[in-house]
């Protein structure tokens, strides 16, 4: 039996060599007189939405600042009605009007004081006191909490997001879907119709004519897949995340800044540690991050990054 199998094997082979190298997903090829069915998913489409897999950031309402005259600042408070601003100096609940620009102070009294205009470095007073209201710099502050990071620095930045920079990103996933399918073409099994089958009549198992991909080969097509893509996708990060991280508060968040109001998208790639089922020497794979988001020129956003929220090369993009 252990011979037969090798000569099937052998013929397997060698039939596959005659044929030639187009193939179709999941359907059959002919070619030197014999048809083989690859076994792989059908091959993944790119619809006209660019849409990603992208993980949610938190919008963070604008914050202000209290001057009272050039030696105390008390701040940063957000901009939100019911904010209470209570410090050795000062003890207020700040109301923000319906139409977002005035507000008013009201002292533990229940007293109101203004309306005052909230615009960037407006000055009022309370009673003989001159105050400065300014406003805080919006940031994007990214935590990055994957347990399995390893201790290359992650890969932080923001592409504003031009015509430019979008057709980038549907150039980009053209490349990725291309890649997905390569590989798993390379890892799908497959069958050579119109080769004998072995039949054993004892054990009532019947062994087709298929050459099973092994699962290094499997691997290895995975992580040059990989490469490629977080090659590509590094590519696109040089070339259009111009907004990089200004500063890091604590071990693990980075903070990044913009000043002009528009679309934007926020990238980060981040190596990790193999998953536990990884063969033995397996390369660190690339953990993906990234969302777009509108800045209206005042708000600051949040993000944490965690395994929940992270994505790999080949489901970055949502493909049809």
């Given at each position: ?14 039939t596959?060599?005659t044929?030639?190298?187009f ?7 002919t ?15 790119v ?38 601003i209570?410090?050795?100096m ?6 923000l ?13 229940g007293?109101?004081?203004?309306p ?35 201790g ?8 504003p ?88 508060s ?25 998953p ?7 390369a ?6 990234w969302?777009t ?7 600051s956003?949040t993000g944490?990054?965690?395994p ?13």
């Amino acid at each position: 039996m252990t011979h037969l199998k090798t000569v099937l094997s052998s013929l397997l082979l060698a039939t596959l060599l005659t044929l030639p190298t187009f193939a179709q997903f999941g359907g059959m090829t002919t070619g030197g007189g014999a048809d083989v069915v690859i076994h792989a998913p059908p091959p993944v489409k790119v619809g006209k939405e660019l849409r990603l897999n992208a993980f949610r950031m938190e919008i963070q309402p604008p914050a202000f600042y209290l001057n009272m005259g050039t030696q105390y600042r008390f701040g940063p408070y957000p901009m939100v009605t019911g904010t209470a601003i209570s410090n050795q100096m000062l003890n207020f609940i700040f109301h923000l009007s319906a139409e977002k620009d005035l507000f008013k102070l009201q002292d533990k009294k229940g007293a109101m004081m203004g309306p005052f205009s909230n615009s960037n470095r407006t000055t009022f007073a309370i009673g003989n006191t001159q105050m400065q209201f300014l406003h805080a710099t919006p940031t994007i502050t990214i935590t990055l909490k994957h347990p399995d990071r390893i201790g290359q620095m992650p890969t932080i930045g923001i592409a504003p997001l031009t015509q430019q920079s979008v057709q980038a990103l549907y150039d980009l996933r053209a490349k990725v879907a291309g890649i997905v399918n390569r590989v798993n073409v390379d890892k799908a099994d497959r069958e050579v119709i119109g080769v004998p089958t072995i039949h054993n009549p004892y054990t009532g198992n019947t062994s087709k004519p298929i050459l099973v991909v092994s699962a290094r080969d499997k691997q290895n097509a995975d992580r040059s897949g990989e490469i490629s893509s977080i090659a590509f996708l590094e590519k696109f990060y040089g070339q259009y995340c111009t907004v990089r991280a200004q500063a890091m508060s604590g071990q693990q968040t980075y903070q990044l800044g913009v000043q002009v109001p528009g679309d934007y998208l926020l990238l980060v790639l981040q190596k990790v540690k193999p998953p536990a089922n990884a063969a033995k020497g397996s390369a660190s794979p690339t953990a993906i991050w990234w969302t777009t988001f509108t800045f209206d020129g005042r708000s600051s956003f949040t993000g944490t990054l965690a395994p929940e929220n992270a994505t790999f090369w080949k489901n970055a993009f949502l493909f049809e």
